[in-house]
């Protein structure tokens, strides 16, 4: 049976552990993939993320809202696949 200094180590442990792997996820960096991260548009992006200033807000926006909800990042997850006028036309 395990007593009170094994139950706190433990404890320490598993969170210790949870703070690291936050960590890891939170630093995962975008690389450019060819299209929007936001909206999935894929024109001539170069090296670029986004395809304007309004998508990387918005991406911000919801990367900030995923965070505080403890869901995935978005480096993780696929952006939606939109044409460029169904993505600014809020479909």
Known sequence: MADEADLAFDSEQRHL??????QRRRSAVLRPMGS????GNDEELGERLFCDSDCAADWEYQDSLRRRLGLPGAAAAAPPRFTGAQAHAGA
């Open 17 to 22: 552990t949870q703070a690291l792997a936050a």
């Open 36 to 39: 929007c991260y936001n909206c």
